[in-house]
């Protein structure tokens, strides 16, 4: 099993832009479908963004297509997520996650190892 840490975090400037980054330790990255989703206080855990294990295939959530883009690094074992301009509505904490079956679906069926999450606040 892979575990993941996110990092980069922090305040979201409107109409600016940030790198959330997940660093994954353990076996198999290249092997894993990888996903970002966020979540704010009363409310569902909203899925992001996913990319297939090769890289070559990615899908948003509709909220925030044009916006973020989620490339990864097989190599350094680590995925990103480009956060840019961005809104109020973007603020919460985001968290990455991890598909043993190689698999992307817009939702959180597959996903079996998950951070502990990084916090973007509204500035505002």
């Known amino acids: 099993q892979v575990q993941l840490e996110e990092s980069g975090g922090g305040l979201a400037q409107a109409g600016g832009s940030l790198r959330l980054s997940c660093t994954a330790s353990g076996r198999s990255f290249s092997t894993y479908a990888l996903g970002w989703f966020r979540q704010v206080p009363g409310k569902e855990r909203e899925f992001v963004a996913a990319?297939?294990?090769?890289?070559?295939?990615?899908v948003y959530g509709e909220s925030v297509k044009g916006q973020f883009t989620i490339p990864k690094d097989n190599r350094k074992s680590k995925l990103y997520l480009k956060m840019n301009s961005l809104k109020r509505e973007d603020a919460g904490v985001y968290y990455c996650?991890?598909?043993?079956?190689?698999?992307?679906?817009?939702?959180?069926?597959?996903?079996?190892?998950w951070g502990q999450g990084t916090q973007v606040a509204d500035s505002s």
């Open positions: 990319i297939t294990p090769s890289g070559e295939t990615t």
């Open positions: 996650a991890a598909d043993p079956s190689g698999i992307i679906v817009e939702g959180e069926i597959g996903y079996e190892s």
